[in-house]
């Protein structure tokens, strides 16, 4: 098995094949004058399996059409499969029409990855809410691992756990909520959330006992609303410290700042998209799951 990359992962695509100990071929990838993408491998994957790294964070159009031309270079090259490791997967947040004319962007986005010709697929942490499972998405096989308990551990380690409780914006952050207070030997208490556009997050729900602590855990943080809510709410409430876990940080609009106005404390989140509060790398988790899964 090979390893490449795509513009928004080759820190995480050298990160795993070190971790494994494959070899990483490079990419050249550049536009025309028109803003058209030109991608060449600069290897040989002849009758190999490659894992192709590219998250889907900011920009996920352009990152998914590279991600295509990739696969169609690496298949036209000879290459016996594609693995697709997109950490974080965009457009899964639309898993439903909510309303009438709406594209359901989660599944076209499966339709497009499978159709461009990927074998197989993992992510991390897939929003899969209305799906429950990634097999209700995808036809190829494809794995969504968690990087929950790395996070947690992470935590545990250096800030430590006492008296802390954890806690989810809404019902969906419940099966990531159990997960971490386990990690830590915490309670955990899940808020309700109700969205009323793109930047307006309507959070209800309390605490039942007088807190000091509290870690917040959530799949994505993007525009920071959602979590700016919560931490708002909880230091209200007379929260002294709250943290939060995040897998997936794309922090646009100067979401981080505002969230440290708001009275957040730390921000920790992983590598799935670069960002400042990436302490976690999640090239342990892929690389394990290669070594798994390869193609025998
Ligand atoms: C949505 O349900 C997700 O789990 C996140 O809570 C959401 O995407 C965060 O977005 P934002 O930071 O823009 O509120």
């Known amino acids: 098995m090979l390893v490449t990359y795509g513009s928004s992962s080759e820190f995480l695509a050298r990160a795993i094949a070190k971790e494994i100990g494959l070899t990483l071929v490079e990419t050249n990838r550049r536009r025309f004058p028109d803003g058209e993408q030109y991608v060449r491998v600069m290897g040989n994957v002849s009758g190999e399996d490659v894992a192709v790294v590219q998250s889907l964070g900011m920009n996920p159009d352009a990152l998914f059409i ?21 950490p974080y997967l965009a457009y899964t947040r639309q898993d439903s029409r909510f309303h009438s004319g709406e594209a359901l962007s989660v599944k076209l986005m499966a339709k497009f990855i499978e159709g461009v010709g990927t074998d197989r697929l993992i992510t991390i942490d897939m929003h899969l809410h209305r799906y429950n499972e990634i097999g209700n998405v995808f036809k190829i096989p494809a794995t969504n691992l968690s990087a929950m308990p790395l996070l947690a551990e992470y935590y545990r380690k250096n800030y430590g756990s006492q008296k802390t409780v954890v806690v989810g914006p809404d019902v969906e952050s419940e099966q990531w909520a ?12 899940i808020l309700e959330k109700q969205r009323l556009g793109d930047r307006d997050i309507k959070i209800s729900g309390e605490l039942s006992t007088e807190v000091n602590r509290v870690v ?13 809510e ?7 409430q007379g929260v002294k410290r709250v943290d939060a876990l995040v897998t997936h940080a ?18 920790i989140s992983t590598d799935t998209v670069p960002n400042q509060c990436a302490r976690v790398s999640i090239a342990p988790l892929i690389a394990d799951e290669l070594k798994k899964r390869a193609f025998k």
Do not use: N
Not at 178 to 189: C, R
Not at 230 to 236: D, E, P
């Open 250 to 267: 794309l922090l646009v609009e100067g979401a981080l700042s505002k969230l440290r106005e708001a009275g957040l404390s730390e921000l």
């Open 178 to 189: 159990k997960v971490v207070a386990g990690k830590l030997f915490a309670p955990y208490t």
């Open 66 to 86: 590279e991600y295509s031309f990739l696969v169609d270079a690496l298949k036209g090259a000879g290459c016996r499969h594609v693995i697709a490791v997109i």
């Open 216 to 228: 917040l855990v959530d799949d994505i943080v993007c525009t920071g609303k959602t979590l700016i």
């Open 230 to 236: 919560v931490v708002s709410k909880l230091r209200t």
